[in-house]
């Protein structure tokens, strides 16, 4: 069962409201909290932006959520591992900034700084059998997922699924990219991580989303959406239809179709709350980047070189600061910093992942298609 409200502001009454009802409507908030229970909630907090730049879960939510866990007795705790390194002091500032310092305070909940990871047994993964989670998601008693609606540069989209990346400990997440570069396959990686954390509920941020070049440097976009499941593959497929975006083009909507995650008609799934059509967000720009999925590539050299000419790619703008974040964070080390100088990255070794794109604190990286990809795919 998925759950729509819509609302339109941030405002702390209103949205603990919503929330309110949020719990109402999945069986109360008993279901999830009680004396003696640890409740972990996992918002997005993918880099260190401000809560006004929607490219992060609102604090209002994640404040609205502790409060009224913690006045059920729980004892919560706000964790999440952001691209980049997972330290106490990138933990401290990305809180600070992205506004939960203040929004736990206010709650009564705690702010992670536990950076251990612990190993968890995933016997349906497909290709993770087993991993390491953060640690206070294994020792989670309940996680409530909070994610944010938002267009992605590589999976085109991320809510509720894709939001349990972050149950990823820092730089690790490069190294699910060096071994599952294809789109298809990193879609089925995500798949199998949110399977071994399992989130007891999901709601997704959408009052505020992000289109166009998201999940970081994209525009915010008055979305009006707030949308809650204990599912969150049928969370993220009426998502879709609340932005209008085409499911068979999002590479995490293949890997569910293939595993029978969601019906084959989506309209079977239970919507409960306001009509659909009530939320629908019609500006809602959604850049696809699967222009080469019907071209077929050889396995040698030139099939490699082929693909590399007709996908999009990263491009370094002179927005550039040379800080070195794109370069820290790049899973394949393609790109080079000189002092003074914009980022230079190596085409033949960049694997299209755009994390550059994503953790740029300047939004200097696009991603733009080549003209040789413009003139074959159209």
Not at 108 to 116: K, P, V
Not at 141 to 149: G, Q, T, Y
Not at 183 to 188: L, P, T, W
Not at 312 to 319: E, F, G, H, S
């Amino acid at each position: 069962m998925v759950f729509l409200q819509a609302c339109d502001t941030y405002e702390r009454n209103t949205v603990l409201s919503h929330m309110e009802a949020i719990f109402q409507a999945h069986g109360g908030v008993s279901r999830f909290a009680s004396p003696g229970k640890c409740v972990v909630i996992k918002p997005n907090l993918v880099a260190k932006k401000r809560p006004e730049e929607a490219a992060t879960t609102h604090p209002s939510l994640v404040w609205a959520c502790a409060k009224l866990l913690v006045e059920a007795g729980a004892r919560v705790v706000i964790a999440e591992s952001p691209g980049g390194l997972y330290e106490k002091p990138v933990l401290k500032s990305l809180y600070r900034v992205c506004g939960m310092e203040e929004a736990a305070k206010d709650s009564g909940a705690e702010l992670n700084f536990d950076t251990s990871v612990s190993h968890v047994q995933n016997p349906e993964g497909i290709y993770l059998k087993q991993l390491d989670v953060l640690t206070p998601l294994v020792q989670a008693d309940c996680i409530i997922n909070i994610a944010k609606l938002k267009t992605h540069g590589m999976m085109t989209y991320t809510g509720a699924v894709k939001n349990m990346f972050g149950a990823i400990a820092g730089v690790a997440k490069a190294e699910y990219h060096c071994k599952m570069p294809s789109y298809d396959a990193f879609a089925d990686t995500i798949l199998d991580i949110y399977e071994a954390v399992k989130p007891t509920l999901n709601i997704i941020d959408g009052i505020e989303g992000m289109h166009k070049d998201g999940p970081t440097a994209g525009e915010k976009i008055q979305t009006g959406v707030l949308i809650s499941s204990e599912n969150g593959y049928e969370a993220d497929r009426v998502a879709l239809s609340c932005i209008q975006a085409d499911p068979k083009r999002i590479p995490m909507m293949r890997a569910m179709a293939r595993r029978g995650k969601l019906p084959e008609d989506w309209k079977e799934i239970q919507v409960t709350g306001v009509p659909l059509e009530q939320v629908v967000c019609k500006k809602f720009v959604v850049k696809y980047n699967d222009d080469c999925a019907n071209l077929h590539f050889s396995d040698g050299f030139l099939g490699k070189m082929l693909e590399l000419v007709l996908k999009p790619r990263p491009v370094i703008t002179k927005k550039c600061r040379s800080c070195g974040e794109c370069a820290r964070c790049c899973p394949v080390k393609a790109i080079q910093i000189e002092k003074g100088k914009q980022a230079k990255i190596d085409l033949n070794q960049c694997i299209r992942c755009y994390c550059c794109q994503e953790l740029c604190p300047f939004k200097a990286v696009k991603i733009k298609k080549t003209l040789i990809g413009k003139v074959v795919t159209k």
